[in-house]
């Protein structure tokens, strides 16, 4: 697949043709056009970061291609695990620019699609920060903790962040109502 910045990058010869297929249509229509097929979304491979031949479920590419199932109202296929967890979706980093115009693309077909949810709106919040910290130049969790402290996310045990997640760590009250010292 061919990305629209190297289009005009590659030209035709007589001994080399370019083809072009698919340039006109963003991911979430193409995720849209994959979902019909069956055999498609059961060997669907998107991750570069799992060493094993299935997806890993948690980088930031598997979890932006579910995130285009989802703004393309389909079904997250089975090789796709994990579901999008609110915690894991507000930890995304995408500091890169195209990474980032990725993700606003999702959340531009989400609501050209109607799809409302809580992953739309954190999903907003997630390119606002990452935009943040890409002008500053910052690491991407300070500005993650200070919007946790601002919108904490409840998770099933009642605490405000993952408590696998020692990046917020710092944010987890101790017994005298300081923040708790550094894992």
């Known amino acids: 697949d061919l990305h629209r910045v190297e289009i005009p990058l590659m030209t035709s010869t007589d001994s080399f043709r370019v083809m072009y297929d698919g340039a006109g249509t963003n991911r979430t229509q193409k995720v849209g056009v994959i979902a ?20 890993c479920g948690r980088c930031e590419k598997c979890m932006r291609t579910k995130l285009n199932y989802l703004a393309s109202r389909k079904p997250i296929p089975p090789s796709l695990p994990g579901g999008v967890p609110l915690p ?36 907003q919040l997630v390119i606002a920060w990452n935009r943040v910290g890409a002008r500053l130049v910052r690491p991407y969790w300070i500005g993650r903790k200070l919007v946790a402290r601002l919108l904490p996310v409840p998770t099933p045990t009642g605490k405000h962040m993952p408590a696998a997640d020692k990046s917020f760590a ?9 923040a708790a010292p550094q894992r």
């Open 88 to 123: 894991a979706l507000l930890r995304m980093k995408a500091l890169a620019p195209a990474n980032l115009a990725l993700l606003r693309e999702v959340h531009q077909e989400a609501k050209a699609n109607g799809v409302e949810g809580a992953w739309v709106r954190a999903l």
């Open 36 to 55: 019909a097929w069956e055999t498609g979304t059961e060997t669907l491979r998107v991750c570069w970061q799992s060493a094993s031949p299935r997806n």
């Open 170 to 178: 710092s944010l987890e009250p101790g017994a005298s109502g300081q």
